[in-house]
């Protein structure tokens, strides 16, 4: 079972840019995706996209496609989150998990585990 811990998570002004990062251990399914979301108070996890290690992705939902880029690094296990020109909605708990059904249907959050706690993201005026 693969375990998933997030990391770079912090305080940046509106427009600024943060670099998030998931690093999975243990057993890595390569044939399910990696899935990264963000969850505000009070609020459902909302997706904001996918890839698979080894090949496939970066997929994106329409808020943030266009300003956060998802990579992988398949060397070190791990999947980066690169944010830029940040807006106030964007801020949250940040969290991966991997697909549990295998069809890296990324909208659907109910497809996908549980990750680690998740980074918090905050976005200031």
């Known amino acids: 079972q693969v375990q998933l811990v997030e990391s770079g998570g ?27 979301f963000r969850q505000a108070p009070g609020e459902k996890r909302e997706s904001i996209g996918a890839i698979y290690f080894g090949g496939g992705g970066p997929w994106y939902a329409d808020s943030v496609k266009g300003r956060f880029t998802i990579s992988q690094d398949n060397a070190q296990k791990t999947i980066s989150l690169k944010m830029d020109s940040l807006k106030h909605e964007d801020a949250g708990v940040y969290s991966c998990a991997q697909d549990m059904r295998g069809a890296c249907l990324f909208q659907f959050p109910a497809n996908f585990g549980y990750g680690g706690p998740g980074t918090q993201v905050t976005v200031s005026s």
């Open 10 to 36: 912090g305080s940046v002004q509106a427009g600024g840019s943060l670099k998030l990062a998931c690093a999975a251990s243990g057993w890595l399914d390569t044939s399910k995706c990696i899935a990264w």
